[in-house]
C-alpha cells in the first residue's frame, strides 16, 4: 500500500480566498484522485489527475474553482479558489494501489471556510 | 449509472452482538468491489477487495462476501473499537474511477 501524506490536515479560511492541498506520495504513480467529503456524506470525486496532462473533472466540478497541478509522479496540488462556507468539507487525495484497484487515501484535509 | 448502495444508514449494536452491513451495487463489468472503514477526522481505511462472486475475505471481526449484486460485511463479537462509518465502493471494468456508497455509521456500546 502507498503512504500518501496531506498538508495542511486543517485549516479556516476567510470567503473569497484560496487554499491549495497538497498531497506527496511515498511511490510514482501514475493517477492521482482528489475527492470532498461533505460533512455526514460519503466520498465525491472531483476530478483524476494525469501527470503531464490536464486533470478530468467530474460533472458539477470545474477547472477555475478546483485548479489541480500534477508536477511529477509524486506530487499533486488541489487549490479550492474563492472560497464560500459551502466548501466546508474534507479534501482527499487518493491513489490506485498496485493492482489498479483498491484506493488508497490520505488523512484528508478539513476546511472550514467563514 | 454505476451506482452503490449502502443499508442500514446507521446500526447501532451491544458489545458481542453480531450483524451484517449490505452494500448493493449496480456497475457495468464489476472488477473490485472494496470495503473501507473510517473513523471520524481521518481518511478512509482500507479493508477488504474482493473481486468475483462467491469470494469472502476475514480480518480479525470482519468477514466480507461478494454475491453478483451485492456485498455484506459481517461483523461477529464486535467490540467498541469496531465503531466506525464503513464504506462500500466499486470499480468498474475501465476501473478508471471507484464510485462509492454513503456509508454505514456503526456504534457498538460496551
Known amino acids: 500500500s502507498a503512504v500518501i501524506s496531506q498538508k495542511p490536515s486543517r485549516d479556516i479560511c476567510q470567503r473569497g480566498t484560496s487554499l491549495t492541498i497538497q498531497c506527496q506520495v511515498d511511490s510514482q504513480v501514475t493517477m492521482m484522485f482528489w475527492y470532498r467529503q461533505q460533512p455526514g456524506q460519503s466520498l465525491t470525486l472531483i476530478a483524476t489527475?494525469?501527470?503531464?496532462?490536464?486533470?478530468?473533472?467530474e460533472s458539477g466540478f470545474v477547472i477555475d474553482k478546483f485548479p489541480i497541478s500534477r508536477p511529477n509522479l509524486t506530487f499533486s496540488t488541489l487549490t479550492v479558489s474563492n472560497m464560500s462556507p459551502e466548501d466546508s468539507s474534507i479534501y482527499l487525495c487518493s491513489v490506485v494501489g498496485g493492482q489498479n484497484t483498491e484506493a488508497f487515501f490520505g488523512q484528508g484535509t478539513r476546511l472550514t471556510v467563514v | 449509472e454505476d451506482q452503490v448502495t449502502q443499508s442500514p444508514e446507521a446500526l447501532r449494536l451491544q458489545e458481542g452482538e453480531s450483524s451484517s452491513l449490505n452494500c448493493s451495487y449496480t456497475?457495468?463489468?464489476?472488477?473490485?468491489l472494496f470495503w473501507y472503514r473510517q473513523d471520524p477526522g481521518k481518511g478512509p481505511e482500507f479493508l477488504f477487495t474482493l473481486y468475483s462472486a462467491g469470494e469472502e475475505k476475514e480480518k480479525e471481526r470482519l468477514k466480507a462476501t461478494l454475491t453478483k449484486k451485492e456485498s455484506f460485511l459481517h461483523i461477529t463479537a464486535p467490540k467498541p473499537e469496531d465503531s466506525a462509518t464503513y464504506l462500500c465502493?466499486?470499480?468498474?471494468?475501465?476501473?478508471?474511477?471507484?464510485?462509492f456508497g454513503s456509508g454505514t455509521r456503526l456504534s457498538i456500546r460496551p
Open positions: 489527475a494525469n501527470q503531464g496532462s490536464e486533470a478530468t473533472y
Open positions: 465502493a466499486a470499480s468498474d471494468s475501465s476501473a478508471s474511477k471507484i464510485i
Open positions: 456497475v457495468s463489468g464489476l472488477r473490485g
